[in-house]
């Protein structure tokens, strides 16, 4: 079956990652055409916006875009295309799968959990205003609607990949009629999947377990900001942001993207690690059904790493990006 994606490069060392990656499920054998789409400033100078409707018109029809990490700059003037993206096709669920690869020196390598994000709202939506000058006032939006599905979604996604508990991550003891109403509405949903074990930690206790015992969790699910902070945390655990792929998940679409971002500081030299957008594209492959072509990849993207010839200058080997994809394509046809 031939499939249509949207494919947007990004900014930084996103086109190089994407290069490599399309280039790896391309040696697959699967069928897609790739609808190349852009965001962010290179879509300001082309069309006068950062978040142009021709994207996400592409996305909504397409329904599966794989994309390269987008810069934001920081100051003044920017939203940030990522989030408005994620609110434009209501992409309300972002999994984060956590797991540790053959091979790389980590502090846990048999560390396996998901990090369930809501991504609409939250502490993050950035709707920030001055109140007087030197009073800015940032607000929490939490909605008994967005809390209900990401619930739902964790415990159904827990179910459908047989896990067997899910964990609420959240600040209710402070924040208790927002992170109160999120943590209500994990449990009602939590009553509706007695086969799935549901428990929450307060977030700062949590960072702390997920550093010293981080075996005793499954999948986490929590609200937008946390959920950023605790992938990189996470990220951390098995080795690096360059390891860790994302999906983000909406009635409308899906957007497959790394959790890291564009990395200015390496980018251009060919030496960026694709293996996170590689897993993002593995989850990619799954959610349109090509499992086997998805096996594929993942399997000789672990055999590379079990190999350890071919590791990328972040992981302390010497492989350009190029390098790594063409030793994983070798994997695929050995
Ligand atoms: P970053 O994730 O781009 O980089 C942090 C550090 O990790 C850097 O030292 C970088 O070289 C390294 N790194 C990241 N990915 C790597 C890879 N694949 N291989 C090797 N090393 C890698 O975070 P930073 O610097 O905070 O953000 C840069 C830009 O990216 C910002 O404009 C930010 O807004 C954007 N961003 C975009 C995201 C997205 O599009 N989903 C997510 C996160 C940040």
Redesign the pocket.
């Known amino acids: 079956m031939k499939h249509k994606i949207t494919l947007v490069p990004?900014?930084?060392?996103?086109p190089e990652?994407v290069a490599a990656t399309v280039r790896v499920i391309e040696a697959t054998g699967v069928d897609i055409e790739w609808e190349t789409q852009i965001l962010g400033s290179q879509a300001l100078e082309k069309y006068g916006v950062t978040l142009p409707e021709t994207t996400i018109e592409s996305i909504k029809t397409n329904k599966v875009a794989l994309?390269?990490?987008?810069?934001?700059?920081?100051g003044k003037g920017f939203t940030?295309?990522?989030v408005g993206l994620r609110k434009a096709l209501d992409l309300y669920a972002n999994v984060r799968p956590v797991k540790a690869l053959p091979n790389v020196p980590c502090r846990y390598p048999e560390l396996d959990l998901v990090i369930v994000r809501e991504n609409t709202e939250g502490l993050y939506s950035g709707l920030e205003h001055v109140v007087i000058p030197g009073v800015v006032e940032s607000l929490k939006i939490v909605t008994e609607k967005a809390s209900t599905r990401i619930a739902k979604y964790a415990f159904e996604y827990a179910r459908n990949t047989d896990r067997k508990k899910v964990t609420a991550v959240h600040k209710a003891n402070i924040m208790k009629l927002s992170d109160g109403l999120f943590l209500e509405c994990f449990y009602e949903q939590a009553k509706l999947f007695p086969d799935i074990e549901a428990d929450d930690k307060i977030i700062d206790n949590c960072c702390m377990q997920l550093v010293m015992r981080p075996e005793q969790f499954d999948i986490l699910v929590m609200e937008n900001l946390y959920g950023d902070i605790v992938s990189d945390l996470c990220a951390g655990l098995i080795g690096?942001?360059?390891l860790a792929p994302?999906a983000n998940i909406g009635e409308f679409g899906a957007v497959f993207?790394?959790?890291?971002?564009?990395?200015?500081?390496?980018a251009g030299q060919g030496?960026?690690?694709?293996?996170?957008?590689m897993l993002s594209a593995v989850q990619m492959l799954n959610h349109i059904g090509e499992r086997e072509a998805a096996k594929k990849m993942h399997d000789a993207l672990l055999a590379v790493f079990a190999d350890g010839k071919s590791i990328?200058?972040?992981l302390g080997g010497t492989a350009k990006t190029n390098e790594f994809a063409r030793a994983i394509e070798e994997k695929m046809n050995s």
């Open positions: 990004g900014d930084g060392i996103g990652i994309k390269g990490p987008q810069m934001t700059p920081v940030s295309v990522n690096g942001l360059g994302g993207e790394a959790v890291h971002g564009s990395a200015p500081d390496i030496i960026a690690n694709p293996t996170a957008l990328t200058r972040d």
